[in-house]
Protein backbone atom coordinates (compact mmCIF):
# COMPACT_ATOMS: atom_id res chain seq x y z
CA UNK A 1 0.00 0.00 0.00
CA UNK A 2 2.73 2.13 1.08
CA UNK A 3 4.07 1.29 -2.22
CA UNK A 4 1.14 2.45 -4.22
CA UNK A 5 0.55 5.58 -2.34
CA UNK A 6 4.46 6.44 -3.30
CA UNK A 7 3.95 5.64 -7.02
CA UNK A 8 0.64 7.96 -7.37
CA UNK A 9 2.21 10.89 -5.21
CA UNK A 10 5.50 11.14 -7.97
CA UNK A 11 2.48 10.09 -11.04
CA UNK A 12 0.61 13.38 -9.96
CA UNK A 13 4.21 15.24 -9.07
CA UNK A 14 5.42 14.17 -13.19
CA UNK A 15 2.30 15.30 -14.18
CA UNK A 16 2.07 18.69 -12.30
CA UNK A 17 5.42 19.28 -13.73
CA UNK A 18 4.72 18.15 -17.25
CA UNK A 19 1.99 20.63 -17.21
CA UNK A 20 3.86 23.82 -15.79
CA UNK A 21 6.81 22.47 -18.35
CA UNK A 22 3.81 22.73 -21.23
CA UNK A 23 2.61 26.14 -20.05
CA UNK A 24 5.95 27.92 -20.19
CA UNK A 25 7.15 27.01 -22.99
CA UNK A 26 4.00 28.39 -25.00
CA UNK A 27 4.39 31.60 -23.61
CA UNK A 28 7.04 33.50 -25.57
CA UNK A 29 9.97 35.82 -24.11
CA UNK A 30 11.44 38.44 -26.03
CA UNK A 31 14.56 36.65 -26.50
CA UNK A 32 12.36 34.28 -28.49
CA UNK A 33 10.78 36.32 -30.64
CA UNK A 34 13.72 38.02 -31.87
CA UNK A 35 15.41 34.91 -32.41
CA UNK A 36 12.54 33.97 -34.39
CA UNK A 37 12.99 37.22 -36.23
CA UNK A 38 9.32 38.69 -36.38
CA UNK A 39 6.91 39.47 -33.94
CA UNK A 40 3.28 37.87 -34.48
CA UNK A 41 0.15 40.40 -33.89
CA UNK A 42 -3.56 39.32 -33.87
CA UNK A 43 -5.30 42.34 -35.35
CA UNK A 44 -8.80 42.97 -36.41
CA UNK A 45 -8.70 44.48 -40.11
CA UNK A 46 -12.00 45.16 -40.67
CA UNK A 47 -12.29 47.62 -37.65
CA UNK A 48 -11.58 50.91 -38.64
CA UNK A 49 -10.16 53.43 -37.47
CA UNK A 50 -8.19 50.94 -35.25
CA UNK A 51 -7.52 48.58 -37.74
CA UNK A 52 -8.00 48.37 -41.45
CA UNK A 53 -6.75 47.82 -45.43
CA UNK A 54 -6.13 51.19 -47.55
CA UNK A 55 -6.42 51.87 -50.90
CA UNK A 56 -3.39 50.26 -51.50
CA UNK A 57 -4.72 47.04 -49.59
CA UNK A 58 -2.06 47.81 -46.69
CA UNK A 59 -2.97 47.57 -42.96
CA UNK A 60 -3.09 50.65 -41.20
CA UNK A 61 -5.00 51.99 -37.97
CA UNK A 62 -4.03 52.46 -34.55
CA UNK A 63 -3.72 48.81 -33.55
CA UNK A 64 -1.34 48.43 -36.81
CA UNK A 65 0.48 51.99 -35.85
CA UNK A 66 0.81 50.89 -32.53
CA UNK A 67 2.28 46.86 -33.31
CA UNK A 68 4.48 48.77 -36.05
CA UNK A 69 5.70 50.94 -33.38
CA UNK A 70 6.38 47.39 -30.64
CA UNK A 71 7.96 45.74 -33.50
CA UNK A 72 10.44 48.66 -34.28
CA UNK A 73 11.48 48.85 -30.33
CA UNK A 74 11.70 44.96 -30.65
CA UNK A 75 13.76 45.37 -33.49
CA UNK A 76 12.16 42.43 -35.47
CA UNK A 77 9.56 42.81 -38.83
CA UNK A 78 6.07 43.13 -38.14
CA UNK A 79 3.86 40.31 -39.32
CA UNK A 80 -0.06 40.98 -38.67
CA UNK A 81 -2.30 38.04 -38.06
CA UNK A 82 -5.83 38.93 -39.12
CA UNK A 83 -8.23 37.99 -36.52
CA UNK A 84 -11.98 38.88 -35.54
CA UNK A 85 -13.56 39.23 -32.03
CA UNK A 86 -14.35 35.95 -31.79
CA UNK A 87 -11.03 34.02 -32.22
CA UNK A 88 -8.41 37.29 -31.52
CA UNK A 89 -8.49 35.56 -27.34
CA UNK A 90 -8.35 31.55 -28.89
CA UNK A 91 -5.32 32.80 -31.59
CA UNK A 92 -3.41 33.94 -28.14
CA UNK A 93 -4.55 30.85 -26.08
CA UNK A 94 -3.31 28.70 -28.86
CA UNK A 95 -0.03 30.33 -29.80
CA UNK A 96 -0.83 31.76 -33.16
CA UNK A 97 0.38 35.12 -32.27
CA UNK A 98 2.81 36.41 -29.39
CA UNK A 99 0.20 39.31 -28.61
CA UNK A 100 -3.25 40.52 -29.64
CA UNK A 101 -4.17 44.01 -30.35
CA UNK A 102 -8.00 44.26 -31.30
CA UNK A 103 -10.06 46.64 -29.08
CA UNK A 104 -9.53 44.50 -26.42
CA UNK A 105 -11.70 45.37 -23.36
CA UNK A 106 -9.92 45.05 -20.22
CA UNK A 107 -11.78 42.71 -17.83
CA UNK A 108 -11.61 40.40 -15.49
CA UNK A 109 -13.56 37.53 -17.33
CA UNK A 110 -10.53 37.79 -19.87
CA UNK A 111 -7.78 38.14 -17.53
CA UNK A 112 -8.45 34.43 -16.64
CA UNK A 113 -7.87 33.44 -20.16
CA UNK A 114 -5.13 35.85 -21.01
CA UNK A 115 -2.97 38.34 -19.48
CA UNK A 116 -3.63 42.14 -20.18
CA UNK A 117 -0.70 45.19 -20.62
CA UNK A 118 -1.37 48.52 -18.86
CA UNK A 119 -3.76 50.23 -21.79
CA UNK A 120 -2.97 51.40 -24.66
CA UNK A 121 -6.09 53.29 -25.75
CA UNK A 122 -9.35 53.48 -24.45
CA UNK A 123 -12.68 53.86 -25.86
CA UNK A 124 -16.35 54.69 -25.54
CA UNK A 125 -19.14 52.30 -26.25
CA UNK A 126 -22.39 53.76 -27.51
CA UNK A 127 -25.83 53.16 -28.96
CA UNK A 128 -25.90 54.63 -32.19
CA UNK A 129 -29.39 55.32 -34.25
CA UNK A 130 -30.80 57.62 -36.95
CA UNK A 131 -30.98 61.46 -36.26
CA UNK A 132 -34.64 60.95 -36.05
CA UNK A 133 -34.81 57.82 -34.01
CA UNK A 134 -37.29 58.31 -31.21
CA UNK A 135 -35.31 56.21 -28.77
CA UNK A 136 -34.34 58.87 -25.92
CA UNK A 137 -33.28 56.03 -23.43
CA UNK A 138 -32.03 52.33 -22.27
CA UNK A 139 -35.93 51.73 -21.63
CA UNK A 140 -37.09 53.17 -25.29
CA UNK A 141 -34.45 50.17 -26.33
CA UNK A 142 -36.51 47.33 -24.56
CA UNK A 143 -38.61 45.42 -27.54
CA UNK A 144 -36.02 47.02 -30.04
CA UNK A 145 -33.82 45.34 -32.69
CA UNK A 146 -29.96 45.92 -31.43
CA UNK A 147 -27.31 45.20 -33.39
CA UNK A 148 -24.23 44.46 -32.35
CA UNK A 149 -20.73 42.16 -33.01
CA UNK A 150 -20.58 38.80 -31.43
CA UNK A 151 -18.14 38.64 -28.91
CA UNK A 152 -17.26 42.08 -28.48
CA UNK A 153 -17.71 43.81 -25.14
CA UNK A 154 -20.80 46.08 -26.02
CA UNK A 155 -23.17 42.82 -26.05
CA UNK A 156 -23.13 42.25 -22.72
CA UNK A 157 -23.50 46.05 -21.85
CA UNK A 158 -26.99 46.05 -23.68
CA UNK A 159 -28.14 43.21 -22.47
CA UNK A 160 -27.40 44.77 -18.87
CA UNK A 161 -28.80 48.23 -19.40
CA UNK A 162 -31.89 46.96 -21.48
CA UNK A 163 -32.55 43.80 -20.82
CA UNK A 164 -35.27 43.33 -22.94
CA UNK A 165 -33.67 44.56 -26.38
CA UNK A 166 -33.71 42.25 -29.16
CA UNK A 167 -30.28 41.65 -30.11
CA UNK A 168 -28.89 41.06 -33.49
CA UNK A 169 -25.31 39.81 -33.65
CA UNK A 170 -23.18 40.12 -36.42
CA UNK A 171 -19.64 38.71 -37.16
CA UNK A 172 -18.14 41.98 -37.79
CA UNK A 173 -18.74 45.93 -37.37
CA UNK A 174 -19.64 46.50 -40.96
CA UNK A 175 -22.66 43.77 -40.68
CA UNK A 176 -23.84 45.96 -37.51
CA UNK A 177 -23.53 49.37 -39.02
CA UNK A 178 -25.27 47.63 -42.17
CA UNK A 179 -28.14 46.69 -40.61
CA UNK A 180 -28.90 49.72 -39.38
CA UNK A 181 -28.37 51.37 -42.47
CA UNK A 182 -30.70 49.52 -44.30
CA UNK A 183 -33.57 49.54 -41.39
CA UNK A 184 -33.08 45.94 -40.42
CA UNK A 185 -31.97 47.30 -36.78
CA UNK A 186 -33.23 50.04 -34.50
CA UNK A 187 -30.02 50.55 -32.51
CA UNK A 188 -26.41 49.73 -33.16
CA UNK A 189 -23.72 49.21 -30.18
CA UNK A 190 -20.77 50.29 -31.41
CA UNK A 191 -17.66 52.73 -30.81
CA UNK A 192 -17.95 56.67 -29.82
CA UNK A 193 -16.38 57.12 -33.57
CA UNK A 194 -18.36 55.65 -35.95
CA UNK A 195 -21.56 57.56 -35.92
CA UNK A 196 -19.68 60.15 -37.59
CA UNK A 197 -17.97 57.54 -40.01
CA UNK A 198 -21.37 56.11 -40.98
CA UNK A 199 -22.67 59.62 -41.59
CA UNK A 200 -19.88 60.92 -43.81
CA UNK A 201 -19.96 57.43 -45.52
CA UNK A 202 -24.35 57.39 -46.21
CA UNK A 203 -24.79 61.30 -48.00
CA UNK A 204 -28.18 62.74 -46.66
CA UNK A 205 -28.46 60.48 -43.76
CA UNK A 206 -27.43 61.25 -40.13
CA UNK A 207 -26.20 59.02 -37.53
CA UNK A 208 -25.96 60.18 -34.02
CA UNK A 209 -24.48 58.72 -30.59
CA UNK A 210 -27.74 58.49 -28.64
CA UNK A 211 -26.89 56.61 -24.98
CA UNK A 212 -23.11 56.10 -23.63
CA UNK A 213 -22.86 52.62 -22.32
CA UNK A 214 -19.74 53.37 -20.73
CA UNK A 215 -15.70 53.50 -21.05
CA UNK A 216 -14.18 51.05 -21.53
CA UNK A 217 -9.92 50.42 -21.50
CA UNK A 218 -8.21 48.87 -24.01
CA UNK A 219 -4.84 46.48 -23.56
CA UNK A 220 -2.07 44.47 -25.23
CA UNK A 221 -3.44 40.60 -24.26
CA UNK A 222 -1.06 37.82 -24.62
CA UNK A 223 -0.60 34.56 -23.26
CA UNK A 224 -1.03 33.54 -19.24
CA UNK A 225 2.85 33.45 -17.62
CA UNK A 226 4.15 35.76 -20.41
CA UNK A 227 5.83 37.21 -17.67
CA UNK A 228 8.72 38.53 -19.80
CA UNK A 229 6.59 39.89 -22.40
CA UNK A 230 4.79 41.58 -20.12
CA UNK A 231 7.40 43.27 -18.54
CA UNK A 232 8.68 44.29 -21.41
CA UNK A 233 5.28 45.56 -23.39
CA UNK A 234 4.53 47.60 -20.23
CA UNK A 235 7.46 49.27 -20.30
CA UNK A 236 7.09 49.60 -24.05
CA UNK A 237 3.69 51.12 -23.52
CA UNK A 238 5.04 54.06 -20.98
CA UNK A 239 7.72 54.78 -23.05
CA UNK A 240 5.01 55.56 -26.63
CA UNK A 241 2.76 57.53 -23.81
CA UNK A 242 6.05 59.52 -22.76
CA UNK A 243 7.32 60.62 -25.81
CA UNK A 244 4.54 61.42 -27.53
CA UNK A 245 4.42 58.79 -30.80
CA UNK A 246 1.15 57.65 -28.84
CA UNK A 247 -0.17 60.88 -28.71
CA UNK A 248 0.69 61.11 -32.57
CA UNK A 249 -1.32 57.92 -33.17
CA UNK A 250 -4.31 59.32 -31.65
CA UNK A 251 -4.00 62.40 -33.33
CA UNK A 252 -3.96 60.70 -36.78
CA UNK A 253 -6.59 58.55 -36.38
CA UNK A 254 -8.96 59.56 -33.54
CA UNK A 255 -8.34 63.63 -34.48
CA UNK A 256 -8.40 63.85 -30.60
CA UNK A 257 -5.26 64.26 -27.74
CA UNK A 258 -4.20 61.47 -25.76
CA UNK A 259 -6.26 60.74 -22.82
CA UNK A 260 -5.30 60.06 -19.26
CA UNK A 261 -4.38 56.46 -19.33
CA UNK A 262 -4.29 54.44 -16.03
CA UNK A 263 -1.64 51.50 -15.26
CA UNK A 264 -1.75 48.74 -12.72
Known sequence: ?????????WRALAAAVLLIAVQAAGAATV??????????????????????????MQPEGIDVGVAKLMAKYMGVPLEIVPVTSQN??????????????ATLTITPQRALQIWYSIPYALQDSVIMTASNSPIKSFEDLNGKKVSVVRGAIQDALVTRHAPRAQMQRFDNDASTIQALVTGQVDATA???LIP?????ANPGKTYVSRLK???QHIGIGMKRDSADLLQWTNTF????????????????????????????
Open 213 to 215: LGT
Open 88 to 101: RIPFIVTGKADVVM
Open 196 to 200: AQTTK
Open 1 to 9: MTSNRFFRA
Open 237 to 264: IYHIRSNGELADLFKQYFGMTLPELPSF
Open 31 to 56: DEIIKRGKLLVAIDTNNPPWGQMDAS
Open 190 to 192: TGF
